[in-house]
């Protein structure tokens, strides 16, 4: 136990890598055997901020589960994730991976969501095991969230050491998503689990050549969605988050830099100078900015008083591990 060992099917070289103890043994004994079930699925949820591990996490699981896994599997749009699990044969896994497209708008995640819909019998009768990566949990549909999803697992970071997660099973995924989906928050206030570990970032899918081929994909992927012009919809729906930014800037009197630290605890990473350039927009003075932040010229909006907001440490994450 706590240790991985697979041999690649398609090159035949052994693939290790470090697996928590009791993730292993819930691999084994519980996801494993449910997916040779008849008309069984299992769709796995992994969310945390950008540059925690997620992905890494999540080849590594997909790997574990499906030696035959490989990059044909990883997908990062709708449309791949459709043509993925017409292909896919019995048993084996696909990840839709987000790191850079896919869940960044909600039209995309309209898109996955009515596509996990439309696929689910397709995804039962072949005994698939689904693991949507994405930004925060509380961005699914409601209902994938609270009835396909099997277990949702959290990674984050303690004071910028990335590897960790914490384990939320079918019950308490529900009742995180019920309690937290005004806030996003994991605070753990209403919701707890016991079930948290660690894992490395070894690349799951064997030789460099490999994990070189897997970030010219990803990056890809990326310049193809920076082309695609944004829909009305979508313009519409980023000039109304930033009246709503702007806003709350204006009656809140925080500092660009207090909004920044304000959105990131809810796991909505806006940096500072996106902060200024959509505040400016709406008359804000701008101020100058350097390498520490804002600095010189104060904006037309009052900025908060020293004292008045204190930005959450990420030795929070610390209190949250049971």
């Known amino acids: 136990m706590g240790h991985a060992k697979i041999i690649d099917n398609k090159t ?10 009791r993730l292993q043994k819930v691999l084994d004994e519980k996801i494993k055997p449910s997916l040779l079930k008849k008309d069984k699925d299992c769709v796995i949820a992994i969310d945390g901020k950008e540059g ?4 890494t996490f999540a080849l590594q699981v997909a790997k574990y589960i499906d030696p035959t896994f490989n990059l044909s599997r990883i997908v990062f749009s709708p449309d791949e994730f459709r043509e993925a699990i017409y292909k896919a044969k019995k048993g084996q896994a696909i990840v839709f991976d987000e790191a850079f497209t896919g869940f960044s708008s909600r039209s995309s995640l309209s898109g996955i969501n009515r596509v996990l819909v439309s696929l689910m019998m397709q995804m039962r009768q072949k005994n698939l095991l689904v693991i949507i990566v994405l930004p925060t949990f509380f961005l699914l549909d409601k209902y994938v969230a609270l009835f396909r999803a099997k277990a949702l697992f959290h990674v984050y970071e303690i004071r910028g050491n990335r590897g960790y997660f914490r384990v939320y099973n079918s019950k308490l995924k529900k009742m995180l998503y019920l309690t937290g989906s005004k806030t996003y928050s994991y605070s753990g206030k209403f919701v707890r689990t016991k079930f948290s570990g660690r894992f490395y970032g070894k690349f ?11 970030r010219k994909k990803k990056c890809k992927a990326l310049e193809e969605s920076e082309k695609s012009p944004m829909s009305s919809g979508q313009v519409k729906y980023k000039e109304q988050r930033d009246l709503i930014i702007f806003c709350f800037r204006k009656f809140s009197k925080f500092t660009y830099q207090q909004l920044t630290n304000y959105l990131d605890d809810y796991q909505l990473g806006i940096s500072l100078p996106q902060i200024a ?9 701008a101020p100058k900015l350097d390498e520490n932040g804002v600095k010189g010229v104060e904006s037309k909006v009052e900025t908060a008083k020293n004292g008045d907001f204190e930005a959450k440490s990420d030795d929070l994450d610390e209190n949250l591990i049971d």
Not at 52 to 55: A, P, R
Not at 204 to 214: Q, S, V
Not at 277 to 285: A, N, R
């Open 12 to 21: 035949g070289n052994l693939i290790e890598y470090y697996i928590d103890n």
């Open 277 to 285: 350039k959509i505040c400016q927009k709406f008359g804000d003075i």
């Open 204 to 214: 799951a899918l064997g030789e460099w050549g490999e994990e070189e081929k897997y």
């Open 52 to 55: 925690s591990g997620k992905s």
